[in-house]
């Protein structure tokens, strides 16, 4: 991955005025190649600097996340599958709030799409997920590309101690309501 990073920041650099927008459609490609969020806003700091990169960033965050909205709704098998596995994952009572989506899109190791696929699941509409993804990819964006090259020398005892801080913040912006179907509360024997 490093050898195909170094590529793309030669290739962004060489790419005069047309690099914003090169790299704004390298945010639409990198579920593709298998990329994570975290090393292109990362990229994006280095290249562009904290202020610039941010912004482009956030516009193509928002717009891969746009673009999954769309193909998700295109295809209801998979967004069925894609339904299931978060289930699995997360529970099935378990519902986000837009807060806490925001936090979670910090810890790098939790996939983006499937905190989108949250967010799809507390959206009214495609006007209040875009929204919503909008206002949770301005942390990620920001912190990942003004404090990115500080983090990325950080050792990894540093690294689990910031993980750990978030951790109070995801519990005290949880949603205070808890719903519990009739059929989970009384179990019916068969």
């Not at 894609?82 to 939790?110: C, D, E, M, N, Y």
């Amino acid at each position: 991955m490093e050898p195909f990073g170094n590529y793309l920041l030669v290739f962004i650099e060489n790419g005069g005025l047309f690099a914003p927008v090169l790299f704004i459609s390298f945010h639409l490609l990198r579920p593709l190649f298998f990329l994570p969020v975290v090393f292109i806003c990362i990229s994006g700091g280095i290249l562009f600097g904290p202020a610039a990169g941010t912004l482009y960033s956030v516009i193509g965050i928002t717009l891969s996340s746009m673009m999954f909205y769309g193909l998700v709704h295109r295809m209801p098998r998979t967004f069925a599958k894609f339904s299931g596995l978060k289930q699995r994952l997360v529970g099935s009572h378990a519902a986000f709030t837009t807060s806490q989506i925001a936090i979670l899109r910090l810890v790098p190791f939790i996939h983006f799409h499937l905190l989108s696929l949250c967010l799809i699941e507390i959206s009214t509409n495609f006007r209040d997920y875009t929204k919503s993804s909008l206002l949770t990819n301005i942390p990620l964006a920001f912190i990942y590309t003004s404090v990115g090259q500080w983090m990325s020398q950080l050792s990894p005892f540093h690294t689990l101690l910031f993980l750990f801080a978030l951790l109070p913040f995801i519990y005290f912006l949880r949603r205070k309501e808890m719903i519990i179907k009739w059929d989970d509360f009384f179990q019916v024997s068969t």
